[in-house]
């Protein structure tokens, strides 16, 4: 018992960093917004073998069995939308179109 409440300290953070669903949000100084082309090219260009894109959900759905790291997907929304993602078209990354910016960027992830 006494080396269960050692460790459950240094367990929690790990254990919930595991999501089912993540999005990315942008702020460009109006506050946070949910951004679906941000999140789209982060699903598509980062987890493509561990996860899937939903358009009805908009936010970037965990296989069966697998967990998202929500450290990981924040990362990655932020530094995408610090360096810029492309827009979406009829359900693609459209690199032809000029990369999108913000000032900020987030993630919020769901279990």
């Given amino acids: ?15 919930a960093s ?3 669903q993540c999005d990315c ?16 090219n ?9 996860a899937e894109y939903d358009f ?7 296989n069966p069995k697998t967990r998202l790291d929500g450290d990981r997907f924040y990362n ?5 939308a610090q360096n810029g993602w492309y827009p979406v078209v009829n359900g693609a ?4 179109k000029p990369k999108i910016f913000a000032k900020k960027g987030g993630s919020g992830c769901y279990n």
Avoid: E
């Fill in 25 to 40: 949000q942008i702020n460009n100084g109006n506050g946070w917004q949910y951004d679906s082309q941000l999140t789209f």
């Fill in 76 to 80: 990655n929304c932020k530094y995408l």
């Fill in 42 to 50: 982060v699903c598509v260009n980062n987890y493509q073998s561990t």
């Fill in 93 to 96: 990354v459209d690199t032809t």
């Fill in 18 to 20: 595991d999501h089912k």
């Fill in 56 to 62: 009805g959900a908009g936010r970037c759905i965990a």
């Fill in 1 to 15: 018992m006494r080396l269960l409440v050692t460790v459950l300290p240094f367990l929690l953070p790990v254990m």
